[in-house]
T-cell receptor, first 115, second 114 residues
Framework: GAGVSQSPSNKVTEKGKDVELRCDPI?????LYWYRQRLGQGLEFLIY????????KSGLPSDRFSAERTGESVSTLTIQRTQQEDSAVYLC?????????????FGPGTRLTVT | GENVEQHPSTLSVQEGDSAVIKCTYS??????FPWYKQELGKRPQLIID?????GEKKDQRIAVTLNKTAKHFSLHITETQPEDSAVYFC?????????????FGKGITLSVRP
């Protein structure tokens, strides 16, 4: 079946603009995660959804970052007033259940460049 | 919170040799340890995982060992091939908890020389 998809694949934006990144998880997966990967670095946890609620937002770097999930499906990560340090690949992952111990399937990522 | 460290940061081996990549974790409550492989420009993909109720798991040329007392786990790749060249990330999480987020190490770049 279809895997996790993300859009856009690449986004170039000017400093100070807002951006929206979209994630379509695998159908039926209740858990959804957002990670950030800076160049040459590991994956940094941002936020986790269980269904449509977000029990853990502790990884969001600042109040410029927000995310929502609707219909236990699509999720949108919004970055307001982008800064150059926001440049990174933003990865979304979904998992069948939220209790852990199951594979997280990653999307291809959105490469964000803030100029 | 959990802290996962990987070492070394780069590893180069001759084709056919074995490669061992080590990770340490800090939170003794962590009980699920996956390894992800990320090829250049591609998404991370799970290659093997281990739960804390076992000490070793094998899948063809790949094995993972876990030492809960020392809080470290290792990925072993035997008979390495050029297509094994990639970045490998270890991670840790807590199964059954309120949050199954993965805490990743910074990754190790494995190069297999033909």
């Amino acid at each position: 079946g279809a895997g996790v998809s993300q859009s856009p694949s690449n986004k170039v934006t000017e400093k100070g603009k807002d951006v929206e990144l979209r994630c379509d998880p695998i159908s039926g997966h209740t858990a959804l995660y957002w990670y950030r990967q800076r160049l040459g670095q590991g994956l940094e946890f941002l936020i986790y959804f269980q269904g449509n609620s977000a029990p853990d937002k502790s990884g969001l770097p600042s109040d410029r970052f927000s995310a929502e999930r609707t219909g236990e499906s699509v999720s949108t990560l919004t970055i307001q007033r982008t800064q150059q340090e926001d440049s990174a690949v933003y990865l979304c992952a979904s998992s069948l259940v939220s209790t852990g111990g199951y594979e997280q399937y990653f999307g291809p990522g959105t490469r964000l460049t803030v100029t | 919170g959990e802290n996962v460290e990987q070492h070394p940061s780069t590893l180069s081996v001759q084709e056919g040799d074995s490669a061992v990549i080590k990770c340490t974790y800090s939170d003794s409550a962590s009980n699920y340890f996956p390894w992800y492989k990320q090829e250049l420009g591609k998404r991370p993909q799970l290659i093997i995982d281990i739960r804390s109720n076992v000490g070793e798991k094998k899948d063809q040329r790949i094995a993972v060992t876990l030492n809960k007392t020392a809080k470290h786990f290792s990925l072993h790749i035997t008979e390495t091939q050029p297509e094994d060249s990639a970045v490998y990330f270890c991670a840790a999480s807590i199964m059954g908890g309120a949050n199954s987020k993965l805490t990743f190490g910074k990754g190790i770049t494995l190069s297999v020389r033909p």
